[in-house]
């Protein structure tokens, strides 16, 4: 519910914003949600950090999609959607097989290795991609 | 793929067996849902130059042809396995549609609003996701 509600505010947001340090940020910010999940003992705080990942998770989408566009010419750009979209099946299938790590390391545990890994993964984010010059493929617009 | 696993893991109870239901998920996203994706952006961009519409035949089809698949997910008092089955080609077939649909968003928005319609698409689908959920039971 949040990360739905939110995608509205997070897109407008990407529009105007570095994409580049938003898309690094929120995704340092929400690996930081699951380190905190992992120290969490409450129902309410596991709660106040699910949420935040949503709101820090909904800037992904709407900032990868718009920095693809600009780094990929329309001939290929659906290719490039397709990676990006492949990408989070290979997230989904990973989070399913992550019910072993719960089964053997805990759940905490499993949220701390799941955080530190999204930890890395924003650094390479913020250090390797380039924000391009927005709408430099764009032709017709309505 | 929300509604379908909390459909499946509640429906065959296997709450006991979340390892065993996790592993399968994986599998059936994995060698059905990646090589969807994959193989609908390569198609549309190959044939965008034959016909413009390829990418909005391709995200109403594959859309279209989950309803059939969907039914049978929900609607068949078969084993887990058999629904299995059904889920794996439902992946296979159908989960190919958001690329083009977001390649449509990224060409026809002004560059202003391009992020602004990716949320507001994203924003749509994550409605429809927990409104399903619900619906499904």
Redesign the interface.
Known sequence: ?V???L?????????RLN?RFLLGTCALLWSGTSIATAYSNTFVMICIFRMLLGLFE?AT???A??L??DYFP?????????????CI??G???S?????MV?NLGWSLTYLIVGIYGCFAAMLVLIFIQEPP??RY?V??? | ?TIS?FYMISYFNYYNQ??L???V???V??LG??PS??I???I??KY?KVNYRT?SYLATGLSLAGVPLFCLLFLTHGNFWSSVVILFFENLLC??W???S??M????????????????F??ST??A??ISTVVVG
């Open positions: 519910m990360f739905g509600t995608v509205l505010f997070t897109g407008s947001l990407a529009d994409r909904s989408a709407p900032s999609y718009s693809i566009a329309p001939e290929t750009r659906t290719t490039a959607n397709a990676y990006f979209a492949g099946f290979v989904t299938a990973l399913s097989v992550s019910t072993v089964g927005r709408g764009d017709a617009k309505v | 793929m696993a979340q390892v239901f996790g592993v998920q994986a599998a996203i994995l849902g990646l994706s994959l609908a952006g390569k549309s961009d965008e990418k989960e190919g958001m690329a083009p977001i390649a968003i990224q060409q026809v928005i002004d560059v202003k609003f391009k992020a602004t319609a990716v949320g507001v994203f924003f994550a409605i996701q927990t």
